[in-house]
Each structure stands twice: as C-alpha cells, then as structure tokens.
C-alpha cells in the first residue's frame, strides 16, 4: 500500500519560506496526481497545489501563485512544496495527497493522504 509522509512544516515570520517534502514509499504507474492540500482551524481542506507525473504540468491555487512552487523528485520518490513570501493565511496542516488521474482541487477524488505538517505563519 502507497504511504506518504510530510515533513518539513513549522513556525515561521510572515515573509518567511519553507520547504515542505512529501515522500512516497513507491509511486506505481496508477500514481498521476501528487497534490498539496492544507487545511486551516475551521475551513474546509483547499487544494494548494499539484503536479502531473505524465507530462509534468503544475497546478497553482490562485492565492499562492507567484509565491509556492511544486517539483518532484523521481530518484527519490518525493515531490516538494517550497513556500515564499508566506502570510499569516497560509496558516495550516499541509497534506500531500494522490490520485490516478489528472491534478484536480477536490479531496474525495484522491486516494491516498499523508498524515499532513503544520505550518504556522505568525510574528
């Protein structure tokens, strides 16, 4: 069974950056989508970001274009989240998450989830 661990999470200034990492124990030919979500105190769980292992496309949330940016790592199974110019609204628990199919933001479509990093903005 695919089992994907976060880590990278933690407190950080408003402006600051972070890299987040999502490693895969294997990712399978069933494996297209790897997604970031996160999810703050009291909202629902938002898509972030997504890349496509098929033909490498990325996928942004519009709040975090510009500042967040996805990339995966083949020899090591694990795809990145490196986050700038964080705000205190990008407060949250970060999860990674896949699916077989095409980058979408909507959670019941993935498959398999991490156990998800906080990451905490705040001066």
């Known amino acids: 069974q695919l089992q994907l661990v976060e880590s990278g999470g933690g407190l950080v200034q408003p402006g600051g950056s972070l890299r987040l990492s999502c490693a895969a124990s294997k990712f399978t030919l069933d494996v297209d989508a790897i997604a970031w979500f996160r999810q703050a105190p009291g909202k629902e769980r938002e898509g972030v970001s997504c890349?496509?292992?098929?033909?490498?496309?990325?996928r942004y949330a519009d709040s975090v274009k510009g500042r967040f940016t996805i990339s995966r790592d083949n020899t090591k199974n694990t795809v990145y989240l490196e986050m700038g110019s964080l705000k205190p609204e990008d407060t949250g628990v970060y999860y990674c998450?896949?699916?077989?199919?095409?980058?979408?933001?909507?959670?019941?479509?993935?498959?398999?989830w991490g156990q998800g990093t906080q990451v905490t903005v705040s001066s």
């Open positions: 998450a896949v699916r077989g199919g095409k980058c979408v933001f909507f959670p019941p479509m993935y498959d398999s």
């Open positions: 890349i496509n292992s098929s033909d490498g496309r990325t």
